[in-house]
C-alpha cells in the first residue's frame, strides 16, 4: 500500500462509519415518526372509550380495567421474551412512584372526560409539557430561558381560552383534567430521569402492574357487571390501546430527539375531534379550537427553540 493510500485508508473507514451511522439514524427517525403516528392514533380511542363508558360506569371500575388490559397485552408480548427480567430496574422505587403519578393523572383525567368534550378534554391535557418546562428547573435543574417561560405564559393563557372560567358549565370537569394534566408531567419529568436506566418495556411494564394492584384493592365495594357484550369488549380495548399507545410513545422518544417526534403527538387532537363528533354527536366551538391552536402554538415554538439549540 502506497504511503497515500495508507493516509486515505482511515479518512474511508471513517467516511464508511459516519455513513454507516447517519443511515441508522435516518432509520430510527422514520420508525420513531411511525410509533409516535400509532400512538397519536390509539390514544384518543383510549379516551373516547373511558368517556363512553364513565356514562354508566365507576371511574376506579374503568380505571383498573385500562390498567389490567394493558398489564394482559404487555405480558403477553413481553413476558415469553422477557420473563421475570422485565421488572428488573437500577430504580424501583422511583418506577413504582412515577407509576402511581400516571396512575393518579388517570383516574383524575377519566373522572374530568364525563362532563367535558373530548377535544376539550385533549386541548387541555397538552399543557402537561407546558408543566413539565415550567417545573424542569426544580425536579431536574434545568435552566429554563426567557423563550420558554413566554412560550408557557401563552401556553396556559390558550388554556384559559378553552376553559373559560365561570363561563362554561363543564368548568369543574376541565379543573379535573388540568389536575390529570399536573400529575402526568410530573410522571413524565420522573421518565426522563429513569431514560438513562431502565429499557422501555420494564417501564411501561411497571406502569401496568402498579395501576393494576393500586386500583384492584377497592374494586370489589364499586364493581358494576358489564351489561351488553359491547361494554365488555371496550373494556376489554381500554388495554389494548393505552398499553400499546404509550409503549409507542416511549419508543418514538427512544428512537428519535423530542423536536423531530413531539409535534405528531398534536395529532391527537384531529382524532379527538372525529371520534367525538361520530361517537358523542360533540362538535368544539370556536373558542375551543382557538384555545387548543394556542396551546398547539406554545409547544410548537418550545420545540423549535430545541431544535435551534440543537
Known amino acids: 500500500m502506497s504511503s497515500q493510500s495508507a493516509a486515505l485508508a482511515p479518512t474511508r473507514s471513517r467516511v464508511k ?5 447517519a443511515a441508522r439514524a435516518h432509520d430510527n427517525v422514520r420508525r420513531a415518526v411511525l410509533f409516535m403516528v400509532l400512538a397519536a392514533a ?20 374503568i380505571t383498573w380495567a385500562r390498567y389490567a388490559g394493558h398489564l394482559f397485552f404487555m405480558l403477553l408480548a413481553l413476558a415469553p421474551r422477557r420473563g421475570i427480567r422485565l421488572l428488573a430496574s437500577s430504580q424501583p422505587v422511583l418506577q413504582i412512584v412515577r407509576s402511581t403519578l400516571l396512575c393518579v393523572s388517570t383516574l383524575v383525567f377519566i373522572a374530568g372526560l364525563a362532563s367535558v368534550m373530548l377535544p376539550t378534554a385533549t386541548a387541555i391535557s397538552f399543557t402537561g409539557p407546558l408543566i413539565v418546562t415550567a417545573l424542569s428547573p426544580l425536579v431536574l435543574k434545568e435552566a429554563v430561558g426567557p423563550r420558554r417561560w413566554l412560550a408557557i405564559i401563552i401556553g396556559f393563557g390558550g388554556a384559559l381560552v ?22 402526568a408531567a410530573l410522571y413524565q419529568l420522573l421518565t426522563r430521569k429513569l431514560a438513562a436506566h431502565d429499557q422501555a418495556e420494564t417501564s411501561i411494564t411497571y406502569i401496568a402492574l402498579a395501576g393494576f394492584v393500586l386500583t384492584s384493592i377497592p374494586l370489589p365495594f364499586i364493581w358494576q ?3 351488553s357484550l359491547w ?12 398499553g400499546f399507545g404509550h409503549y409507542f410513545l416511549v419508543r418514538a ?14 395529532g391527537q387532537l384531529f382524532g379527538a375531534t372525529l371520534l367525538g363528533f361520530m361517537v358523542f354527536e360533540q362538535v368544539p366551538d370556536y ?9 398547539a402554538g406554545s409547544g410548537l415554538f418550545m420545540l423549535w427553540g430545541e431544535r435551534s439549540r440543537s
Open 17 to 21: 462509519a459516519s455513513s454507516t451511522g
Open 42 to 61: 390509539l390514544l384518543p380511542l383510549l379516551n373516547a372509550s373511558s368517556k363512553y363508558l364513565s356514562q354508566t360506569y365507576p371511574v376506579l371500575e
Open 162 to 183: 378553552v376553559v373559560r372560567p365561570g363561563l362554561d358549565p363543564a368548568y369543574e370537569g376541565a379543573l379535573l383534567i388540568f389536575g390529570g394534566a399536573f400529575a
Open 225 to 227: 357487571t358489564p351489561v
Open 231 to 242: 361494554d365488555a369488549l371496550v373494556f376489554a380495548g381500554l388495554g389494548f390501546f393505552g
Open 253 to 266: 422518544f427512544e428512537l428519535a430527539p423530542a423536536p423531530v417526534v413531539a409535534p405528531l403527538n398534536y
Open 287 to 295: 373558542w375551543t379550537w382557538l384555545g387548543a391552536a394556542i396551546i
